[in-house]
Every structure is written in structure tokens, then in C-alpha cells.
């Protein structure tokens, strides 16, 4: 072992110290971190010394304005929120066992899965295990990926196109149909199908333009060699009902989420015909079997529920 890999051994960390770090990076400033975290600059000078004597090298670049990590401090930034978020959720785990909670369940998932499936797929499973707690996020698919990988969640849903890395597992969830909705009356309302390059002509109500859904009307369009008419973005698909209804455009949304926002407006639904338009979600974590039990619980549940058809 050589004695830089003996001085980081985990004994001689102090979470106090990381967090004082971070302070420290996040402020820019011994000074505005130090009263921060309510203690005497000359206390954080002292503590940020003895890390850098602990890693055998500088952490941090002083100069006139402040403070900025070296690149072995940025390093250590990245880690030392990964330790202290895991002390955090430790923390809290502990006192949700002690209150009768036993378990919780961090997930995140993309705005199709937690309007179709995820509603049905959560509520059964806490009919199951009442005591297990969780804590549902929504976000972009790519985003998803993102909090899996740096361990913020313990749990994604996303769609597979959203090219999930080699670093992270996982197992196949719902599929779904994409179809284009239209006004009642619209003049492609009457067709039994439709190819995605034949509604071109038309405005377009989008989502968030980072959006699964948004990504693939794009790709779609570029390859037919057209631009895509977006006349809005919106946030949300009950949104995009209500702006369609009133005659603002066209728009793409899963089948069965059309079937529970068709209640908002006069709407009809065109399947797609193109192969792009059938989707598989998935299941995402960073290593299954290093799972929590009660998250393990979760994922069999979800695989359970699962249904490899179009839903319809």
C-alpha cells in the first residue's frame, strides 16, 4: 500500500470535514462557509489542512477572491456529496424504522410511465406492503438515467430509446402505442391509421422539446426530410388535450394516456404506423442484486405487473 492509499483509508475521513468541504466549494469562500455552517473560519482553515494532509494533496486553489477546487478537488466534491447524501438517507431510513416505516424506495420516472402505469403498479404494491415507503420523482427519461447513475434515486422508468449505458442494468417494463391526436372533425380524424410524415402539414402541440416523445417527432420528421411544426410546447399531456381542443394543433401521446385525458376536450385518436411509434419502457438501476430487500420487493412487483402487449 502506498502511503498516499494509506493516508485515504476510511477511518481517517471525517464526514464533518467533507461537509466542510463542500461548504467550502459550494461558497467560494472560507469565510461565507464558515458562517454557513456556523463555526470559526479559522476552524474550516484548520479542518480543509488536515484533509489535504489525509489526501497528500492540494485541494483547494487559494487567491484573492476566494477559494476553487483543483482538479483532485473537484474530484473529492463529486464523492463527498455521494457519501454525505447516502449519511442523509441512512439518517433518514433509521428513523423511519423507529416511527414503524420499514423501508423506503426512492424512484424516478418519466411523465408517460407515471400517467399509465405506475399509478396502478405503486398502489398494489403499497396495498402489499403498507410499512414500505415511496418516494416517486418525475423527469425526463434522460434524466432518469442521470439520478440512477449518480445514485440519487434507487430506481428508474424510462423508455429504452433513451439509450440506456452499458454501466446500468435493466429489465423490460410496459410497452406502449403512440397515436396522434386531433379535434373532432379534424380532417385527418376518419383515418384507421396514419404514418407520422403525413401529418407534417400540421401544427404541432409538443412536450418539453428534452422529452422522449419530443425527440422522436424530431428524428421522425428529419427523416422524412421535413421540419416539424411546433407551434407550442407544453408541460404536461391534460395540457396538451385542452390546446388541441381548442384548435392550436396536432399532437403525439401514448394510447392509453389519450384514453384517460379524452375526458378534457373533443379529441380523437390516429394509431401510428410506424415502427418508432411502439415503445418499451424499462426498469433501470445500477446493480440489481446490490439492491435494498424492500427494493428488491418493488422491482419483482414491477415485473410482475408488467405486460409485454401494446397497451390499449
Known sequence: ????????????????????????????????????E????????????????????????????GVAP?????????????????????????LEYDSGVRGHVRICANLSAIVQFLPEDLGSFARLHPNIKLDVQEHLSSEVLGAVQEGAVDLG????????????????????????????GHGLAGLSSIAFAQALAFDFVGLHSASSI??????????????????????GLDTMCRMIDNGLGIGLMPHRAFGLMQPLGRLHAVPLQD????????????????????????VAHLKECANPAVQQ
Open 214 to 235: 419530443g425527440f422522436l417527432m424530431r428524428q421522425a420528421a428529419a427523416s422524412a426530410g421535413a421540419v416539424l411544426r411546433q407551434r407550442m410546447q407544453v408541460s
Open 70 to 94: 483543483t482538479a483532485a478537488g473537484e474530484g473529492l466534491l463529486h464523492h463527498a456529496r455521494r457519501i454525505l447524501l447516502e449519511v442523509e438517507r441512512l439518517q433518514t431510513d433509521i
Open 157 to 184: 422508468i424510462c423508455y429504452s430509446g433513451a439509450h440506456i449505458p452499458p454501466t446500468l442494468q435493466s429489465h423490460a417494463y410496459h410497452r406502449d402505442q403512440l397515436v396522434l391526436v386531433v379535434p373532432r
Open 38 to 65: 456556523h463555526i470559526a473560519a479559522s476552524a474550516v482553515s484548520k479542518r480543509l489542512a488536515d484533509l489535504e494532509r489525509e489526501m497528500g494533496t492540494p485541494l483547494l486553489h487559494r487567491h484573492s477572491r
Open 275 to 298: 415502427t418508432w411509434a411502439l415503445r418499451q419502457s424499462r426498469i433501470i438501476a445500477r446493480d440489481f442484486d446490490a439492491l435494498p430487500p424492500t427494493t428488491r420487493l418493488l
Open 1 to 36: 500500500m502506498t502511503d498516499t492509499a494509506h493516508r485515504i483509508s476510511a477511518r481517517n475521513l471525517s464526514l464533518a470535514s467533507l461537509q466542510l468541504f463542500v461548504a467550502v466549494c459550494e461558497a467560494g469562500s472560507i469565510g461565507r462557509a464558515a458562517e454557513r
